[in-house]
């Protein structure tokens, strides 16, 4: 049986860091988005470097997966305090060990992984 609680501890580290990680990357889109309206440079053919867009779109997938991310966490923490952590959400069977140590935000045992990224 998993040690639920060392798992715990593992998530609410994660959520900390997460939670640290949202503001800069906040920060990172309005720092680009005041760039891009700063500046008339055609930063889409400039031969120096990456664009402004270039940037702005890599720092809002970052927010946005950061953000899905810490929504799993915060997911698994409500699991735990249910008493249904560890139990595939699909099939209820026990998730393994090994799999939690891996992905310790998961809902889903390896059988029903590709299912739940597909939203089924």
């Known amino acids: 049986m998993p040690d639920f609680e060392r798992f715990r501890v593992l998530l609410e580290e994660e959520r900390t860091r997460k939670l640290a990680l949202l503001p800069a990357l906040r920060e990172d889109i309005s720092s680009a988005n005041a760039a891009r309206q700063d500046s008339n440079v055609d930063d889409e053919h400039d031969p120096e470097g990456s664009t402004i867009a270039f940037e702005l779109s890599q720092a809002s997938a970052l927010l946005k997966q950061s953000s899905a991310g810490l929504d799993q966490v915060d997911a698994a923490l409500a699991r735990i305090a249910a008493g249904t952590y560890g139990t595939c959400a699909v099939c209820g069977?026990?998730?393994?060990?090994?799999?939690?140590?891996?992905?310790?935000?998961?809902?889903?045992?390896?059988?029903?992984?590709?299912?739940?990224?597909q939203g089924r």
């Open 93 to 117: 069977d026990p998730i393994a060990e090994g799999r939690l140590e891996a992905r310790p935000s998961t809902p889903f045992c390896i059988l029903h992984a590709a299912a739940g990224r």
